[in-house]
T-cell receptor, first 113, second 115 residues
Framework: KAGVTQTPRYLIKTRGQQVTLSCSPISGHRSVSWYQQTPGQGLQFLFE???????NKGNFPGRFSGRQFSNSRSEMNVSTLELGDSALYLC????????????FGPGTRLLVL | GQQLNQSPQSMFIQEGEDVSMNCTSS?????WLWYKQDPGEGPVLLIALYKAGELTSNGRLTAQFGTTRKDSFLNISASIPSDVGIYFC???????????????FGQGTILTVHP
């Protein structure tokens, strides 16, 4: 089975712009979680989607949003980018509701200038 | 946000030595996971633990779910150079809606193995 894929792998944006990141979960996985990883804060939970519904959201401003499609693929969007949004954004998929064994993709490295 | 307390922060060892690291929390967790992350890549799942007291092995790796549900341990035996990387513990609390899909991570243990 192919693993979790994320596109793009690298991205450079300037302050004020917006960005959309994509995640394709492992085939058959319906739960997708997103995390932000920075040297200072470590891995922080952004949100989780299951069956196209956001079920949980971490402590991030409203500039961070996401969605999930009927094929379980997910996107996250960050609007009005700030320098502090520079991070590795990780997507993880889980096979079914109630199981928390998550499998991560390679991440998207976002640099905001 | 909440973090797990993972120690040590870094380890420098000789090839062939055994390694131990642990994770503690003030809260109870229902699932403990251990991941390894290489530079520029996403975390790779090593071991998943689902029951208090559970001891699980994956090759040279052994992990345990603490009996209090507030800690977990990872041991690596006979380390080799490819064990180099950052090891993370992660926990999941079963707390209804606010816990869906949310893992809480430790700050990581940086492992360096000298040949």
């Amino acid at each position: 089975k192919a693993g979790v894929t994320q596109t793009p792998r690298y991205l450079i944006k300037t302050r004020g712009q917006q960005v959309t990141l994509s995640c394709s979960p492992i085939s058959g996985h319906r739960s997708v979680s997103w995390y932000q990883q920075t040297p200072g804060q470590g891995l922080q939970f952004l949100f989780e989607y299951f069956s196209e519904t956001q079920r949980n959201k971490g402590n991030f401003p409203g500039r961070f949003s996401g969605r999930q499609f009927s094929n379980s693929r997910s996107e996250m969007n960050v609007s009005t980018l700030e320098l502090g949004d520079s991070a590795l954004y990780l997507c993880a998929s889980s096979p079914r509701q109630g199981t928390q064994t998550q499998y991560f993709g390679p991440g998207t490295r976002l640099l905001v200038l | 946000g909440q973090q797990l307390n993972q120690s040590p922060q870094s380890m420098f060892i000789q090839e062939g030595e055994d390694v131990s690291m642990n994770c503690t929390s003030s809260s109870i967790f229902n699932t403990w996971l251990w991941y390894k992350q290489d530079p520029g890549e996403g975390p790779v799942l090593l071991i998943a633990l689902y029951k208090a007291g559970e001891l699980t092995s994956n090759g040279r790796l052994t992990a345990q779910f603490g009996t209090t549900r507030k800690d977990s341990f990872l041991n690596i035996s006979a380390s080799i150079p490819s064990d180099v990387g950052i090891y993370f513990c992660a926990g999941h609390r079963d707390a209804g809606g606010t816990s869906y899909g949310k893992l809480t991570f430790g700050q990581g243990t940086i492992l360096t193995v000298h040949p």
